[in-house]
């Protein structure tokens, strides 16, 4: 099975044929209207912006150590992956490049709504570098059933994907069900042993290609060069339920009162998202 490839597709074609039934695509020019296609670069943020810094891994990196790191970046001795940047906050300069953010597909957004800027929900914009030999720690799908869309600017990315349907193959954490125990890069067919039926997608996105994966959808990823990618979710009616349902979950782990207070706040976030939603996405 392979991934789905459109270089011309319309708003209509997207919603009705991928993202109603979850299917995972591959736009192949969506990043076109982006400034920041084909201008992103190592050299380019070492000399526009080589002091900004973000914390890896309880480390904190300067956009030139970052760089430099992803360069030297082997197979065997891989940088740290991800080093992400948030890019509203230490990069604001590059939100005009990534205009309009929804790239005429995604949309709508509740996650644009102001009243998720308060506390943590997955509305994040961030820039992931990574260098040869950089693997995603972990095989997940996205926190809050969110969707995902994935914009790589600079080297190639190999990603996994999994057919919805396949969780009881993929050994999903007990205390924490949006992970898997697995590492798919060298799985151990000893102890995890439903993975051998398990059929994952493999393919490799390069510059200038958007990554949209659905909802619930299992992945991870491996960069197979230094690598410069743009990242971020949405949330509208079609996943709102299983939004919900996550948030109770989340913040049930710190307390019930914060998970009612949160659920609560939430919901009115999102009905206020909807009154002002007239997309046909349902």
Known sequence: MDIIRRDNITYEEFIEEHYKPGIPLVFTKAARVWKANGLFTPDWFRENYPDRKTDVRGTTYTMKQVMDMVEASTEDKPAPYPMIFDIPSTIPELMP?????????????????KMFNIGKWGGAIEMFVG???????????????????????YGEKRFTVFPRGQEEMLYPRPDDPWRSELNIFEPDYEKYPKYKDATPIHFV?????????????????????????????????????????????????????????????????????KMTDKSTVK
């Open 205 to 273: 996105v390069g510059p200038g290609e958007t990554l949209f994966i659905p909802f619930g959808t299992w992945h991870s990823a491996y960069s197979l060069t230094p690598t410069i990618s743009v990242a971020f979710d949405t949330l509208n009616n079609k996943n709102h339920k299983e939004f919900m349902k996550d948030v109770w979950t989340f913040k049930s782990r710190d307390s019930k009162a914060k998970a009612i207070a949160m659920y609560s706040y939430a919901w009115v976030a999102t009905q206020l998202s």
């Open 97 to 113: 490049l990534l205009d309009p953010l929804d790239l005429n597909y995604a949309s709508p957004n509740w996650l644009r709504n």
């Open 131 to 153: 260098g040869p030999g950089g693997r995603f720690p972990y095989m997940h799908i996205d926190y809050y059933h969110l969707n995902a869309w994935i914009t790589q600017l």
